[in-house]
């Protein structure tokens, strides 16, 4: 059976988002006054074929501790559909 | 009031994904055999203060065609809590 994994991946709490942080000032720069606080996170959309949902949890469990995200600086979580 | 926006930024299709098919052929490199087609996507949460939530949203709306999001190559989807 083939899943899509969908696994989401930010920065913990206290790590610079420079990414945001650019963003939100260019919008205050370009006059969006009601705009706050920015923060920034990545999805991954991977088809899986594993033979039950739950192995394919798994093997995105594992692709996320050796590749997607970085645990010292990373929250993941992962949703499977 | 203060709204929190989050609007996700993809790729159209047919536009190379380079960050993904790096992600994907690392992936199998790694042995990760289940592994198939790799998307990305890209999150900004946005704290928004706006009069209701439709006027959130009109900023937000204004706010990807000006920075977040580029016509030509992006697809945008904005969701406000």
Redesign the interface.
């Known amino acids: 059976m083939?899943f899509k994994a969908e696994v989401?991946v930010e920065l913990k709490r206290g790590i610079l988002d420079a990414e945001?942080n650019t963003?939100q000032n260019?919008?205050q720069l370009?006059g969006?006054k009601?705009?706050?606080?920015?923060?920034?996170?990545?999805?991954?959309?991977?088809?899986?074929?594993?033979p039950t949902k739950e192995?394919?949890q798994e093997?995105v469990e594992?692709?996320c501790k050796?590749?997607?995200a970085n645990p010292v600086i990373n929250n993941y979580s992962i949703t499977i559909k």
Chains 1, 2 share one sequence.
């Open positions: 083939v989401r945001a963003v260019s919008l370009l969006f009601g705009i706050g606080e920015v923060k920034t996170a990545k999805i991954f959309v991977i088809d899986v074929s594993a192995k394919a093997e594992e692709a050796r590749l997607l």
